[in-house]
């Protein structure tokens, strides 16, 4: 299918309001011009000392007419034009999010967040500057271009051909050589500035080694050695932008040069009223003003290819999701899949990392029918969150299979969240009512709905305490509530859900030992009947698994029940001792 840009089919769908915006930006400097010129022609007529103010009146009128015209069009050109870009840009973030939200998982394994959020910000402003900036005034800039020529063309055909080709150095050729000299010096100042920010962050999160180290110098000199490459890019940017006005003034002196030349010689001919050599020389401001602007806006196009090609990215990978294998999901297998009975079957399973040559994963099978409940334990960089991801079909195995009933877990695309629930470390909390938090579940849960949910969860009683019972507010990020009731908020909308199949990924980390079995407890009595995954880096609750599976490097090293592994697993017995010291002592006695 193909992919629809991200600015001519904006134009086209507002194609009558932009042609508005067009024409009274282009209205507004023709009644600038008109007033420079009819203002020289009154300068020049009052000079004549008129016998009658009557012999001006006309030229006074219109000077009025120009002046109050122009501010009023100007006014009514920035009224459409941002009228008309706020709605592009709603139009943008709307199908920004439609391209974001469903495949979430696919393209957060991907993108950084920082550039996802850059996308949603930065990038659809730069957007709006293309209209703002650009496509309005460069539009505008054109129509006074040809004006300009034809006005003059009807006085003398030649000297017009020859004003055109000055007016091309300020539309045509000083912006050409604007955006070749800073498109190269825009990028590098751009690299440079995020190696300057990276560089920084690092500093600050480790400004305590840097200290004990006693190398907070090196640091400085290294920072400064940065800004000072970065401050001489933009110097030199600078630089160009000083010498680009001044090339442009040079040219706006010589086409004013050339005009008084010109209207002097009409009038010595004979073809032109003395009056009007002040009118056709002041013109030229209002004229020039309006070309001048042009090498500035078109400076700015690298930046909006930027926008557009990581724009382009998103919608890409959305593509890749949607065209897996030809064989995306419809809805109705997405909902058979979502209530019923889900068989998730992992065969082989590897994955590498596009241009690591090293496998993250590799050899993986697993077989999780409905219901089982499956403990993936390791140390960190074990690949216990890859594999998570191919099971909720955010990454695509580079060998083997991952498939729920039978179909691939990549295909199942924007109907995954129908079929998987997940619960990690930090789920976040809104600020807004507890019910509100909770029905993120189920959009369709109504407040019986509700109770129940938080009553299954253990939450009730603590709930109904609250000054306004499921109406309190939970403040930014949930603060109102510690860290095990806030993971039992997020439990509770799991249990709205309903969904077959359940990732928990380490849910309890960050509790203490009380909080933790407390909250494992309530875990395994809510969501009996699904089929649980829980990905960890230690042994708690291992006892309630029916399957362990021991990863190290990648592969799987140790699998078996609990009980299995505590018989005939010696290094896991030591794991389990260490880590569950409580468990093994209350056993003994």
Known sequence: MRKEGWIIPYIRAHWGRCLLIIGLGSLALLFA???????????????????????????????RTFGIGRA???????????????????????????????????????????????????DIEHL???YLRTVFPGASALVMYAAATAAVGRWDLR???????????????????????????????????????????DAVLGMGDWVISGREAQFLAAYDAKAGEAARTDAKLRAWVRFRQLAGQCVVGLILLAVLVWAAGMYADGKLPAV???????????????????SEAVEHLPRYRDSLRRLSDLEGEESNVNGYGNGQVSGDQAAAMAGG??????????????????????????DIPQGKKVAIIGRSGAGKSTLLKLLE????????????NGVPAAAIGEHMPHIVSLLNQNPHLFDTSVANNIRLGSQDAGEEDIVRAARQVKLDRLIESLPDRYHTRMHETGQRFSGGERQRIALARIWLRNNPVVLLDEPTVGLDPRTENELIRIMLDSLQGKSLIWVTHHLAGAEHMDEIVFMEDGRIVM???HAELMENEPRYRSLYQLDRPEALLIKAN
Not at 179 to 186: D, F, G, Q, S, V
Not at 393 to 404: D, I, K, R, W
């Open 33 to 63: 011009a008109g007033l420079m010129f009819t203002s020289g022609l009154l300068i020049s007529k009052s000079a004549l000392r008129p016998e009658n103010i009557l012999m001006v009146y006309v030229p006074i009128v219109l000077v």
């Open 72 to 122: 009023v069009l100007f006014y009514a050109e920035r009224l459409a034009g941002h009228d008309t870009v706020l709605r592009i840009v709603s139009s943008m973030r709307e199908r920004l999010y439609r391209i974001l939200e469903p495949q979430a998982l696919w393209i957060q394994s991907r993108f950084r967040a920082g550039d996802v959020l850059g996308v949603l910000s930065a």
């Open 128 to 130: 709006q500057d293309v």
């Open 159 to 201: 000297f017009a051909l020859v004003l055109a080709l000055y007016m091309f150095i300020l539309v045509g050729i000083l912006p050409w050589l604007s955006l070749m000299m800073t498109k190269a010096k825009t990028k590098l100042a751009k690299t440079q500035k995020a190696g300057m920010y990276r560089q920084l962050t």
């Open 276 to 294: 009007l050599i002040a009118a056709f020389v002041l013109v030229v401001f209002p004229v020039t003003d309006a070309l001048l602007p042009v």
């Open 341 to 366: 009975a889900v068989h998730i079957r992992v065969e082989r399973a590897g994955f590498r990392y596009e241009g690591d040559p090293s496998w993250t994963l590799r050899d993986i099978s697993l």
């Open 393 to 404: 079909g955010a990454l695509t195995p580079s060998e083997g299979e991952v498939t729920l």
């Open 559 to 561: 699998r078996g029940s």
